[in-house]
């Protein structure tokens, strides 16, 4: 079977059930990429998230999945309505290597944000399986639809093998 690679940009949410898909981000620094599988369904689903919060963005009506407060709720809810509920879960990202904070006062990094958005957006509504998360520098991601591998390869080219399929 000839494999069909489908790169989730920034702010993109995609959800399949195509087994020849294999949902990739190539470059993943202090954004947030959210991998879900569910096993009895055999659906994937894959979200890019930029930044934490759409309040008070005027970017939130022209580009809402690049929140994660608008993406991960979106992810879920079309993942439930296909049959998936409660998938399992990875989440990869949220690296500090934009080095700059989002107010003088805070020494709070993107990447931090971002992960705990996520976390609080998920809510107890997927089985977190995996955290990939924090450090100073990247990783890209693969994510197999016909069998829910997920594989993390960081940034001097170790690769993380997380089983997103098991029940």
Sequence with gaps: MALRERMVNLGEVVVTDDPKVVLTVPGIG???????????????????????????RKEASTKPFWFADIAVPYLIENMRNKGAIRPNCAIVGGANVLNFSLEASSIANIGELNIKAVLENLNGSVNIVAQ????????????????????????????????LSLP
């Design 30 to 56: 202090s954004c947030i990429v959210v991998c879900v599988f569910h096993p009895r369904t055999r659906l994937a689903g894959m979200a890019h998230i930029v930044l934490p919060s759409s309040q008070g």
């Design 132 to 163: 990939v998360v924090g450090g100073n520098s990247g990783f890209s991601v693969r994510l197999y639809v016909d069998d829910g591998l997920l594989f993390v390869k960081d940034k001097i080219g170790q690769i993380r093998e997380i089983n």
